[in-house]
């Protein structure tokens, strides 16, 4: 059992216009052996450079890459214990699918028995034993990217780097996929390390996910971690919809300034605890529309206007205007209670947990 440790790891790429890229600015996590991690972040963040880096594909500036005690960012990209899958299936067109899955393979030593069992076994992993004598151009979208999956499986890696697999398909093909692949993980126990920018796969995929923003992950965690508990309005904003309200903190301290009082427009004071710091007197709190509420529950931390609501079916879109100016999106669930209407004046409840402190920027 051998965890990905990734230290130090700097990237500077120089622009034909000569202007430095810090693409990779010192970067320092482990991913666990057999792990699901997933390196979530806008373009142009990074995630590519990391996954070739430690595909060998990249040569870094600075840091090191070890699989358990063994630095692998020494050796040759073939001779790392991992593999790559792009976006783009990189198939060979003039070869069979049996033949595409082979081919790495053959690079071994191995017998042409050997070989064609583990092809076998591969094309049944993706579920596609029937395939074996067609062409890649005979197959759909999603039948080629399990071809390169089982090409990329039959070496046995260690770890699979996946760079964005599933960006060519359609949202139909896409949901199958990665569950398929989850599957595959599973059943194989090989750590994955699959590159996405889409937030959801990334919540229903990972086991942790790390955010990036410019050249670092801002935060590591759970689903439940980055989606609940951002620690970041960088994260915040990124996953999901979300609210921020600047709050001034009417007292800190008691007990040894692990406390923080915040009270906003016709709110309750609201204890926190004092996770971030507060140089100016002011907070800034995240809120996901979905954890306030218009009933009484909770502490009452707000009162406003609704300025705009729309009903959606499943929940009603409240905006909420409170006496600042400040706007909050508010969904409220059904069953719908008839006071809730354009112009009513509504007190906003939320579990004190709900209301998340940011760290300034
Ligand atoms: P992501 O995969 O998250 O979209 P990349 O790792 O591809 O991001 O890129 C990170 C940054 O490095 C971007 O600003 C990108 O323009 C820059 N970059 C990547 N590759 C090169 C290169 N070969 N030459 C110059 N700049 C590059
Ligand atoms: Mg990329």
Redesign the pocket.
């Known amino acids: 059992a051998r965890a990905l440790t990734i230290s130090g790891v700097r990237?500077t790429?120089?622009?034909?216009e000569k202007t430095h890229?810090?693409?990779?600015d010192d970067v320092s996590f482990t991913i666990e052996q057999g792990e699901f991690f997933v390196?979530l972040?806008?373009?142009?963040?990074?995630?590519?450079?990391?996954?070739?880096g430690i595909a060998g594909l990249?040569t870094l500036d600075a840091g090191e890459i070890r699989l358990g005690d063994t630095r692998i960012d020494q050796l040759a990209p073939h001779a790392r214990p991992v593999n790559t899958v792009f976006q783009s299936y990189a198939l060979f067109p003039h070869l069979t699918i049996a033949e595409n899955v082979a081919f790495g393979l053959e690079m071994e030593r191995r017998s042409k028995q050997q070989v064609r069992a583990r092809v076998a076994e591969m094309l049944e992993l993706v579920q596609l034993q029937g395939m074996a004598g067609r062409k890649p151009a005979q197959l759909s979208g999603g039948q080629q990217q399990r071809v390169a999956l089982a090409r990329a499986l039959a070496k046995e890696p260690e770890v699979l780097l996946l760079?964005?697999p599933l960006a060519a398909l359609d949202l139909k093909l896409r949901r199958g996929m990665q569950s398929e692949l989850k599957r595959l993980q599973r059943t194989t126990g090989i750590t994955f390390v699959f590159?996405t920018?889409d937030q959801e796969e990334a919540l229903s995929m990972g086991d942790r996910i790390a955010v990036?923003n410019q050249?670092r992950p801002e935060q590591i965690g759970t689903p439940e971690d980055i989606y609940e508990r951002p620690t970041s309005r960088f994260v915040a904003d990124f996953i999901g919809e979300t609210n921020f309200l600047d709050a001034p903190v009417t007292r800190t301290g008691a007990p040894a300034g692990e406390e923080l009082v915040v009270t906003l427009p016709g709110g309750d004071p609201v204890v926190l605890p004092k996770t971030v710091p507060t140089p100016d007197g002011t907070v800034t709190l995240t809120i996901r529309p979905e954890r306030i509420r218009l009933s009484p529950g909770g502490e009452r931390f707000a009162t406003g206007r609704i300025s705009k609501l729309v009903y959606m079916g499943t929940d009603l879109r409240c905006t909420v205007r409170l006496e600042n100016g400040a706007e909050l999106a508010v969904r409220v669930p059904p069953p719908f209670d008839a006071g809730i209407r354009p112009d009513a004046e509504v007190s906003l409840y939320a579990e004190a947990e709900a209301l998340r402190p940011l760290a300034p920027e």
């Open positions: 990237k790429f120089v622009t034909p890229v810090n693409a990779i390196m972040g806008p373009s142009g963040c990074g995630k590519t450079t990391l996954l070739r990249e760079d964005e590159v920018h990036f050249g």
